[in-house]
């Protein structure tokens, strides 16, 4: 696990790039599935129903048609919940096996629904779990699974929530808000659209340097110079 304060130092020292990695599209989508769920039953909401598997790839994850029909019903039915139970969403998902007939815990897509229903709730995916240095658990059994799921979102919430205590990424989400203007995005879902990025970006890094850890300020010094040398080489 990496400590949230050396987490933040990572990201600031990479605000532009990060930034540079997301999309206008990207903010515009996510808004107009918030405003699609605010005003109407996403059961019957055909066109909701395939902009949000298409943004958040659940149409990419083999998953049965089945198994989409009643995570909508799930998302819908539980628009108005002020807490959000894992086991009972989860287990009922992992009733409708996937294309290769297998029962999935699906833990990510689970965070996404709650994030479109509360916007206090984070997402996690690989990318988010990669910036904390969690990686994605393998236990067989399911309640092994998600406890292990838990504590990384418990690690994941606890980050986010410090960051915005004590404005730890004050100069990135500036950047982000200078790009994107009138972006009608809550604070929490700006951190999570820059964490995501970042994991794009730390992946690019971590594959050159051929390592998984976070990286001193000389360090990434020297990275960044390497990679500079790499792109004028490539020019040429």
Same mark, same amino acid.
């Given at each position: 696990?990496?400590?949230?304060?050396?987490?933040?130092?990572?990201?600031?020292?990479?605000?532009?790039?990060?930034?540079?990695?997301?999309?206008?599209?990207?903010?515009?989508?996510?808004?107009?599935?918030?405003?699609?769920?605010?005003?109407?039953?996403?059961?019957?909401?055909?066109?909701?129903?395939?902009?949000?598997?298409?943004?958040?790839?659940?149409?990419?994850?083999?998953?049965?048609?089945?198994?989409?029909?009643?995570?909508?019903?799930?998302?819908?039915?539980?628009?108005?919940?002020?807490?959000?139970?894992?086991?009972?969403?989860?287990?009922? $998902?992992?009733?409708?096996?996937?294309?290769?007939?297998?029962?999935?815990?699906?833990?990510?897509?689970?965070?996404?629904?709650?994030?479109?229903?509360?916007? %206090?709730?984070?997402?996690?995916?690989?990318?988010?779990?990669?910036?904390? %240095?969690?990686?994605?658990?393998?236990?067989?059994?399911?309640?092994?699974?998600?406890?292990?799921? $838990?504590?990384?979102?418990?690690?994941?919430?606890?980050?986010?929530?410090?960051?915005?205590?004590? %404005?730890?990424?004050?100069?990135? !989400?500036? !950047?982000?808000?200078?790009?994107?203007?009138?972006?009608?995005?809550?604070?929490?879902?700006?951190?999570?659209?820059?964490?995501?990025?970042?994991?794009?970006?730390?992946?690019?890094?971590?594959?050159?340097? %051929?390592?998984?850890?976070?990286?001193?300020?000389?360090?990434?010094?020297?990275?960044?110079?390497? !990679?500079?040398?790499?792109?004028?080489?490539?020019?040429?």
């Amino acid at each position: 696990m990496k400590n949230i304060n050396e987490i933040a130092e990572w990201i600031n020292r990479h605000s532009d790039e990060i930034i540079e990695n997301i999309e206008q599209e990207s903010i515009d989508v996510f808004n107009f599935l918030k405003t699609e769920y605010s005003k109407s039953d996403v059961t019957k909401n055909y066109l909701f129903q395939f902009v949000y598997r298409s943004f958040f790839r659940l149409d990419n994850a083999g998953l049965t048609p089945k198994f989409k029909t009643e995570y909508f019903k799930l998302l819908e039915k539980n628009r108005n919940s002020k807490q959000f139970d894992f086991d009972i969403i989860l287990e009922r $998902l992992y009733n409708f096996p996937n294309r290769k007939g297998q029962n999935t815990l699906q833990f990510s897509f689970t965070t996404k629904m709650f994030n479109m229903i509360n916007n %206090g709730m984070p997402i996690y995916d690989s990318e988010v779990a990669k910036m904390f %240095g969690f990686s994605r658990p393998y236990n067989k059994e399911f309640e092994k699974k998600l406890d292990k799921y $838990l504590d990384q979102f418990e690690t994941i919430s606890n980050g986010y929530n410090e960051i915005q205590e004590k %404005g730890l990424l004050a100069e990135t !989400l500036e !950047l982000f808000n200078k790009k994107f203007k009138n972006n009608n995005l809550f604070e929490l879902k700006k951190i999570d659209f820059v964490f995501w990025s970042a994991g794009k970006i730390k992946k690019k890094y971590d594959k050159y340097v %051929g390592d998984n850890g976070m990286h001193t300020l000389d360090e990434l010094d020297e990275i960044d110079r390497l !990679l500079k040398e790499k792109r004028t080489h490539n020019k040429v």
